[in-house]
């Protein structure tokens, strides 16, 4: 199903949004090549485990040409702490919930001091007793890594029910009490989304559209040249810096998911994360001789 949505989804991917989620309009793409045969891979993940060996913590990645057989896994597996990254598989319930008529987007949810609670996000600056609508409270979930909405939409869909949906998706890993899961899980939630979008832009593109201005951006997309289309959701905690990412060469889409543990700083993290991805992106766009 990928494949036959690819054209769909390259055509919604690109451009800014707005919190009233207009769809972008779609932009030139300035970087990279068709996707590489598999020798074009060879090596890769030697590479990516020399880099992984010179720095501290722990980190899992996962990363895949989509509509390719080949993937890259090193502790794609292994349970990390996700941290913001749930907040994908979160929305993308709430808005098949939303496609079958369950509910309503334009649903309000009145901001109650029960919801506070601190770390990412711009509803904890303001005084309780505003209402939001569900969409709202998504845009704020995706663009901002707000934690209240995000705690306002997981009380509403509730957390057993968003855990099994993810599950329902193929994630092994995933333990929303715990918020862990595998950098493959995650992979997962961003590989069903560009399905529904292929399937719905009308009704799905618009996650996709806030993931492209989702902040902060100094993860994925600052191993990126600048002009490479790139949808993305970070998570961050203590020693914990994740990214996850769908990225838009010419005729193709890659999905790679970073997780960690243990990393000293945030600086180490993220010139970590952008470090995988220059390397990614160089083996990607390499030329061999062979085009």
Not at 50 to 77: K, M, N, P, T
Not at 87 to 101: F, H, I, M, N
Not at 116 to 133: F, H, N, Q, R
Request: net charge negative; aromatic share 8%; glycine share 10%.
């Amino acid at each position: 199903m990928l494949s036959a949505a690819l054209s769909v989804i390259l055509l919604v991917a690109g451009g800014g949004c707005n919190r009233d989620t207009a769809l972008p309009e779609p932009t030139p793409q300035a970087h990279g090549v068709l996707s590489p045969p598999p020798s074009r891979l060879g090596g890769l993940k030697e590479r990516l485990d020399e880099i992984l060996a010179s720095v501290e913590g722990r980190y899992g990645v996962y990363f895949r040409v989509l509509d390719a057989a080949e993937e890259i896994a090193i502790q794609a597996d292994r349970p990390f702490y996700a941290a913001s990254c749930y907040k994908v598989p979160l929305v993308l319930y709430l808005y098949e919930k939303a496609l079958t008529g369950e509910l309503n987007l334009e649903e309000e949810m009145v901001y109650t001091r029960d919801f506070y609670t601190g770390g990412a996000g711009i509803l904890k600056d303001k005084e309780p007793g505003s209402a939001y609508s569900l969409r709202q409270l998504a845009s704020m979930a995706i663009i901002d890594s707000d934690n209240i909405a995000a705690r306002m939409l997981m009380s509403r869909l509730g957390r057993d029910n968003v855990g099994q949906y993810h599950r329902g998706l193929g994630a092994a890993a995933v333990d929303l009490d715990a918020n862990l899961a595998s950098p493959r899980d995650v992979a997962l939630a961003l590989e069903h989304l560009l399905t529904l979008v292929g399937e719905r832009p009308d009704h799905f593109g618009e996650i996709l559209a806030w993931m492209e201005v989702s902040y902060p951006r100094d993860r994925i997309p600052r191993g990126l040249p600048e002009g490479v289309r790139v949808a993305n959701k970070t998570g961050t905690w203590y020693g914990v810096f994740n990214d996850a990412a769908l990225i838009f060469l010419e005729g193709t889409v890659s999905v790679l998911v970073v997780m960690s543990e243990e990393v000293p700083t945030y600086g180490d993290g993220i010139a970590t994360i952008a470090s995988i991805t220059r390397t990614i992106y160089a083996a990607l766009t390499a030329d061999d001789g062979t085009r």
